[in-house]
C-alpha cells in the first residue's frame, strides 16, 4: 500500500501517490475535455461536407471570395503563437519564471493578432453584403435562385470561424489568468501543469484553424483560376 | 518513477523551431498549391497537408510523442468517434438517391 499520509502540497495532492501521477491525471483529463470539443466541431465540419457536397457550384464561388492570402498570413500568426505556447511550457519545465511569463506575453500577443485579422476579415464580409440573413445579401456571379445557397456558406462560415474565435478569446482569458498565476511565482519545474494543460487547449484550438483553412478558404481555388 | 527526467524529457528550441519552420513551409505550400488545378485531388492534397500538420502539432507542441499510454489510447479513441461520426452521417447522405423514396 502507498502511503497516502504525505502532507499536501500543490504539486502532491492528497488523492495522488506521486507528483507524476497528479500530472498524468491532470493530462488526460484535459485530453478527455479536448475530444468532447472535437466532437462539438465535428458537427460543423460533417454539415459543411455535406452541404459542400450538394451546393458544390455556389459554395466553390463563396469559397473564393474569401481572401486567401490574409487567411494563410492569419494561419502562420496562429503557428506563431503556438510555438511561443509550446515554449512558455518548456520554460515552466525548466521552471524559469521570467521566461514563463515572456513567452505568455507573447502568445497573448500573437493570439490578439490572430483575433484583430479575422476582425477586418469579418468588416469586409459586410461591406460586400456578405452577411447572410441580411436583405442586401448578394454573392456576384450567383443566379438569384442560389443566392439561399450562398448564404448557407456564409452562415457556416461564420458559425465555424465565429466559434473558433469565441474559443481564441477563452484561450486569451486564460493566457491573462496564467500570467497572473505566473507573476505571483507559483510555477517551478515540479509544478506548472496549468500552463501545460493550458498549452493543450491553446495547440487544439490551432489544430482546428488548420483543418478550417483550407476547408473554408483553399480548396475550390483551382476552379477560378 | 525514479528516474523523472526519463518520464517527460524536455525537447529542445532547436526541436520546437525545426517544427514551426516546418508548420509555415507547409502552410505556405498549401496556399500555392490550392491555385493549381488538380481535379479532386486539390481536396486531397489539402487534407493530406492538414493532417500532416496536425500530427506534427500534436506529437511535439501538445507532446503526444512523451505521453502515457492510456493519454494516446483517449486520443486515439477520440479521433475514432470523429471518425464514426464523419462515416456514418455521410453514408447516409450518399446513399439517399439510390432507392426512390414515394412523396419525394
Known amino acids: ?225 | 518513477m525514479s528516474d523523472h527526467s526519463q518520464e517527460h524529457p524536455i525537447d529542445s528550441v532547436k526541436t520546437y523551431a525545426l517544427v514551426l519552420a516546418t508548420l509555415l513551409f507547409l502552410t505556405i505550400l498549401t496556399t500555392a498549391v490550392a491555385y493549381v488545378d488538380l481535379g479532386v485531388f486539390s481536396t486531397v492534397i489539402a487534407l493530406a497537408i492538414a493532417c500532416t500538420k496536425m500530427l506534427l502539432v500534436a506529437l511535439f507542441f501538445m507532446h503526444i510523442r512523451h505521453s502515457t499510454k492510456l493519454t494516446r489510447l483517449v486520443v486515439v479513441g477520440g479521433l475514432l468517434w470523429l471518425a464514426i461520426l464523419l462515416f456514418m452521417t455521410l453514408t447516409d447522405f450518399a446513399t439517399r438517391t439510390w432507392i426512390g423514396v414515394p412523396g419525394r
Open chain 1, 1 to 225: 500500500m502507498a502511503d497516502h499520509a504525505h502532507t499536501e502540497t500543490i504539486d502532491l495532492r492528497v488523492q495522488f501517490d506521486t507528483a507524476e501521477q497528479q500530472k498524468d491525471c491532470s493530462t488526460l483529463g484535459m485530453w478527455i475535455f479536448l475530444i468532447t470539443e472535437i466532437m462539438f466541431f465535428g458537427g460543423m465540419f460533417a454539415a459543411y461536407t455535406i452541404y459542400r457536397q450538394m451546393y458544390s457550384e455556389v459554395f466553390a464561388i463563396a469559397s473564393t471570395s474569401l481572401n486567401a492570402k490574409i487567411g494563410a498570413f492569419n494561419t502562420c500568426v496562429l503557428l506563431l503563437s503556438s510555438f511561443t505556447m509550446v515554449m512558455a511550457v518548456r520554460s515552466g519545465q525548466l521552471g524559469k519564471q521570467k521566461a514563463i511569463i515572456f513567452w505568455l506575453i507573447l502568445t497573448l500577443i500573437f493570439g490578439s493578432a490572430f483575433l484583430g485579422v479575422k476582425a477586418i476579415e469579418w468588416n469586409e464580409k459586410f461591406v460586400e453584403h456578405h452577411i447572410p440573413g441580411q436583405a442586401v445579401f448578394h454573392l456576384e456571379g450567383v443566379p438569384q435562385s442560389e443566392q439561399g445557397h450562398a448564404q448557407l456558406f456564409f452562415s457556416l462560415y461564420f458559425a465555424m470561424t465565429g466559434l473558433h474565435a469565441l474559443h481564441m478569446v477563452v484561450g486569451a482569458g486564460m493566457l491573462v489568468w496564467l500570467l497572473f498565476q505566473a507573476r505571483k511565482g507559483i510555477f517551478t519545474a515540479k509544478y506548472f501543469t496549468p500552463i501545460d494543460v493550458g498549452g493543450l487547449y491553446w495547440h487544439f484550438v490551432d489544430i482546428i484553424w488548420i483543418f478550417l483553412f483550407p476547408l473554408l478558404y483553399l480548396i475550390d481555388r483551382h476552379l477560378k483560376v
